[in-house]
């Protein structure tokens, strides 16, 4: 495995780039493995094409005096950086020789590099082209622009702690690595491709430019380094782009659970202790406990903390530079410095090795832009680059996330503010936020998302519990709960809130915990994927205008859309693109694309759509992750009007103990056999983790306008007894019972904890 970081640019189903970062006229070429050389007249330079995957081209460009640097640079600094892979197998592709241009056709793809002046085309296997190069001088990249493109990501783009332009996520200026954004040199285009800018120099990405838009800045020096991938789709692109610069991390289950975040209310361990009771107590469901910067400021004894006792995680605040002594008599610090190993091995193993046993297994790593942390050991042997305090800073959130692997056993687990190459190393806070500030939390959020960081964070109830009572309060609890990690600031605790505040809390918590393993499984998929688990319209319905221009409505996962309502501002149209999709309040059926208008959303109601073919695992009523076995499984089935869906729940021991390695998998599908037909099936895959035998309660939504159903089989030939009330089949051991106000065929299955089954309901007696 090789890494280190360069530039990229990801292509797509229409057509490719002509790239200009030298001088020169083409002279000749050689093939290598994977590799066309390619070397120039009139200058030193020479330029590498190296095909990775058919649909992944890398483009490195030597510095002024024909030197590349080699990949195993930053392997050996404590690396991987930006990129973690290197090797690729071998790539089938031809080489032509043409008068005017030498081209390389992969099985997807057609690179074409023009000869005078050199620079590189990428087209489709049909010829169409994407973009080209417009010129440029050194160490910038200008491009052609069409009329119709748009472009997205480039990570968190803020103006100002916490905020985005709040009326889009289409981007036309943004600048690259500054200082306290998390910040990714990836964008992608509605022409089908991406451009990641792969460098720690710092970049400036001009893209409102009419008929082209410009790079500057990140192209100099020897990092001169892109990779091209081809999409089209938004989401392939996000997947051959976390192939090169790493997955997402994946988090322990209890990391997707609730998080209070303590900082003037509870100011000691006892304080801790009393918040975890409370929490517990008013059934207001959590599993964290995160301790903010007065962690620093107050008597610690490890031994008086015990919110591990009331099933809480404990997460503390640190920072490299506000470390302070536990108290007279205790040995000085080392010198700060996380490049030693030695000073990493004193800080995770004597200074918090007490609280490791008290519950504490992450960290809030915050303040890292502070130019003293390892600037000597980098100037002395760290990589050739000019900007290091971005690095510095990655690899002290690299170091931190590592190591809460190392000591747990199982995945790390982080709570950071900011750093680009970051999403590898989740969780991503959005930083200090007031109430109004939410329209930019929101497209942060989903922006992010757009350049491969599957999780987010946010101060719920606002920095300093700026929400009033009421509305404002109720609509940060419904968005945030709908989020990858909820973190409830604390300025005002739950049981300080009215009643009707506290009463929408329960409600949200509710369905979230009961969606956990959605949630969890979706968490899972972003891992493999690099798809995020809030997704923005554009993501998937990358061709429609109106979701091209929507930066707050969202898909959570593979099923629901999200529409926050965002105070002073009502709901007053929502849009759901094409597809069948159902309220999931009141079962109301809409046809997309449809814009519906006066939607009615009282406080305590956030708008939340389910698309057709949705199938949503969800578990019991638990006050934090795992409490009960999910036992009864509840999918809730939404099928489409024809054909089948498919959706995958993952489970494990939660990820935060040795063993995590193991899984099981459990494949479900639903197909509509005509109009009086629905089946499930589900498959399990085995990979080590057993899961007992288990009944499933399976909702399936009945469509119009078929009869009402009259048998339900298991596995083709089990005749299930019908119900004529709710409660009968909740005391019985299995049956179906049909709720006609609502058409809803409520099942009830005894499952195998290791072989599959199908239920078929049938508007037919006789099947």
């Given at each position: 495995?090789n ?6 640019l ?5 057509s ?7 001088a020169?006229?083409?002279s000749s070429y050689r ?9 120039l007249?009139?200058?030193p330079e020479?330029?590498d094409?190296i095909v ?11 510095d002024?005096?024909g030197?590349?640097?080699p990949?195993?640079l ?7 950086f ?12 031809t ?11 992969t099985?997807r ?6 000869k005078?002046p ?6 489709t ?7 080209e190069?417009?010129g440029g001088a050194?160490?910038t990249?200008?491009k052609r ?5 748009f472009?997205?990501g ?10 985005v332009?709040?009326?889009t996520l289409k981007?036309t ?6 200082e306290g954004?998390?910040?990714a040199?990836?964008f992608m285009?509605t022409?089908g ?8 120099n710092?970049a400036?990405?001009?893209m409102?430019g009419?008929g082209?838009?410009?790079?500057s ?6 990092h001169r380094d892109?990779y091209?991938?081809y ?6 692109i ?6 090169v610069t ?7 289950k209890?990391m ?9 209310t509870l100011?000691?361990p ?8 409370r929490?517990r107590?008013?059934?207001y469901r ?9 962690f ?8 008086v903390?015990?919110v591990?006792?009331r099933n809480?995680?404990?997460s503390?605040w640190?920072s490299?530079?506000d ?16 490049t030693d190993?030695?000073w990493?091995?004193w800080?995770?193993n004597?200074w918090h090795q ?5 519950g ?11 130019p003293?942390?390892?600037a000597?050991t980098?100037?002395a042997?760290?990589p050739p ?5 971005d690095l510095?800073r990655?690899l002290?959130?690299?170091s931190v996330f ?5 000591k747990s ?7 950071n503010?900011h750093?680009f190459g970051?999403?590898r190393f989740?969780?991503l806070w959005?930083g200090?936020?007031s109430?109004?500030?939410l329209?930019?939390?929101?497209a942060?959020h989903l922006?992010?998302g757009?350049?491969g960081y ?6 719920m109830?606002?920095f ?16 945030g709960?709908?989020?990858p ?8 605790r ?8 506290q009463n929408?809390y329960r ?6 915990y ?5 949630i969890?499984?979706?968490a899972?998929q972003a891992?493999r994927?690099?798809?995020p688990i809030?997704r923005?319209m554009v993501?998937d319905?990358?061709?429609?205008p109106v979701?091209r221009?929507?930066p707050h409505?969202?898909?959570?996962g593979?099923?629901l859309?999200?529409s ?7 709901t007053?149209k929502?849009y ?8 999931w309040w009141?079962?109301t059926v809409?046809?997309g694309?449809v ?5 009615p959303t009282?406080?305590d109601?956030i ?6 073919g ?5 578990g019991?009523?638990?006050?934090y ?20 869906s498919r ?7 939660g990820?935060?103990?040795?063993g995590w390695?193991?899984?099981r998998?459990?494949h479900f599908?639903c197909?509509?056999a005509?109009?009086?037909?629905v089946?499930?099936?589900l498959?399990?895959e ?11 309660l399976?909702n ?8 009402a159903?009259?048998?339900?089989l298991?596995?083709g030939?089990?005749?299930f ?5 709710k409660a009968a089949l909740?005391s019985?051991?299995?049956?179906f019972?049909?709720d006609?106000s609502?058409?809803v065929?409520?099942i ?12 078929t309901v049938?508007?037919?007696r006789g099947?």
């Amino acid at each position: 495995m090789n890494l280190i970081p360069r530039f990229l640019l990801v292509l797509s189903a229409v057509s490719l780039t002509a790239v200009r970062l030298c001088a020169g006229d083409f002279s000749s070429y050689r093939v290598s493995g994977n590799k066309v050389s390619f070397r120039l007249s009139g200058t030193p330079e020479s330029v590498d094409v190296i095909v990775c995957k058919k649909d992944i081209i890398r483009v490195k460009i030597s510095d002024e005096a024909g030197q590349f640097q080699p990949d195993s640079l930053y392997l050996d600094y404590y690396g991987p950086f930006l990129v973690v892979k290197y090797d690729w197998d071998p790539v089938p592709f031809t080489v032509h020789d043409h008068d005017d241009r030498v081209e390389i056709v992969t099985g997807r793809l057609k690179v074409r590099c023009l000869k005078r002046p050199f620079g590189i085309g990428l087209y489709t296997l049909a010829g169409k082209l994407i973009t080209e190069d417009l010129g440029g001088a050194a160490e910038t990249i200008t491009k052609r622009k069409f009329d119709d493109e748009f472009f997205y990501g480039f990570g968190c783009i803020s103006g100002g702690e916490g905020t985005v332009n709040p009326s889009t996520l289409k981007r036309t200026v943004a600048a690259w690595a500054q200082e306290g954004v998390s910040n990714a040199s990836l964008f992608m285009s509605t022409s089908g491709y991406g451009l990641f800018l792969d460098t720690w120099n710092r970049a400036k990405f001009r893209m409102g430019g009419s008929g082209s838009y410009r790079i500057s800045g990140g192209m100099k020096g020897p990092h001169r380094d892109y990779y091209m991938f081809y999409g089209p789709a938004f989401r392939h692109i996000l997947d051959l782009y976390t192939q090169v610069t790493g997955r997402p991390g994946f988090l322990p289950k209890y990391m997707y659970g609730v998080a209070y975040h303590e900082y003037w209310t509870l100011r000691t361990p006892y304080d801790w202790n009393e918040g975890a009771r409370r929490v517990r107590e008013g059934g207001y469901r959590g599993d964290i406990i995160r301790v903010d910067s007065n962690f620093n400021d107050v008597p610690r004894d490890p031994a008086v903390i015990d919110v591990a006792g009331r099933n809480f995680e404990f997460s503390v605040w640190i920072s490299q530079f506000d470390l302070k002594p536990f108290g007279p008599g205790e040995p000085p610090q080392p010198k700060q410095d996380f490049t030693d190993p030695g000073w990493r091995n004193w800080f995770f193993n004597e200074w918090h090795q007490a609280y490791w046993g008290r519950g504490l297994h992450h960290y809030k790593v915050d303040r890292e832009n502070d130019p003293r942390s390892g600037a000597d050991t980098l100037a002395a042997t760290g990589p050739p680059i000019d900007n290091t305090a971005d690095l510095r800073r990655f690899l002290w959130y690299k170091s931190v996330f590592e190591r809460t692997a190392h000591k747990s056993g199982g995945r790390g687990a982080m709570f950071n503010r900011h750093g680009f190459g970051m999403h590898r190393f989740p969780t991503l806070w959005n930083g200090d936020t007031s109430t109004g500030h939410l329209p930019g939390i929101i497209a942060n959020h989903l922006s992010a998302g757009l350049a491969g960081y599957a999780h987010f964070s946010f101060d719920m109830m606002g920095f300093g519990n700026t929400c009033k009572d009421g509305e404002e309060t109720q609509r940060h609890v419904e968005f945030g709960m709908l989020t990858p990690n909820p973190n409830v600031f604390q300025g005002k605790r739950p049981w300080d809130f009215t009643d009707e505040d506290q009463n929408c809390y329960r409600k949200y918590t509710r369905l979230r915990y009961r969606l956990m393993p959605y949630i969890y499984s979706t968490a899972w998929q972003a891992s493999r994927t690099g798809v995020p688990i809030m997704r923005a319209m554009v993501l998937d319905y990358t061709d429609d205008p109106v979701c091209r221009d929507e930066p707050h409505d969202y898909l959570f996962g593979d099923w629901l859309l999200v529409s926050p309502v965002i105070p002073p501002r009502k709901t007053d149209k929502i849009y759901l693109p094409a597809g069948q999709w159902t309220d999931w309040w009141d079962g109301t059926v809409y046809n997309g694309p449809v814009t519906l208008r006066s939607y009615p959303t009282p406080s305590d109601k956030i708008p939340l759509f389910v698309k057709a073919g949705a199938i949503i695992p969800m578990g019991p009523d638990i006050q934090y992750v795992d409490q009960k076995p999910t036992d009864p499984l509840t999918l809730e089935v939404f099928p489409a009007p024809s054909g089948t869906s498919r959706y995958t729940l993952y489970e494990d021991n939660g990820g935060n103990a040795p063993g995590w390695e193991k899984h099981r998998l459990t494949h479900f599908s639903c197909t509509k056999a005509g109009p009086r037909q629905v089946r499930v099936d589900l498959s399990v895959e085995d990979k080590g983790y057993g899961v007992p035998d288990r009944t499933y309660l399976c909702n399936i939504r009945w469509q119009a306008p078929a009869p009402a159903p009259a048998a339900v089989l298991k596995n083709g030939t089990e005749r299930f007894p019908r119900h004529r009330t709710k409660a009968a089949l909740k005391s019985a051991a299995k049956g179906f019972w049909y709720d006609a106000s609502t058409r809803v065929v409520h099942i009830k299955c005894p499952g195998s904890g290791a072989a599959g089954l199908s239920m078929t309901v049938s508007a037919d007696r006789g099947q």
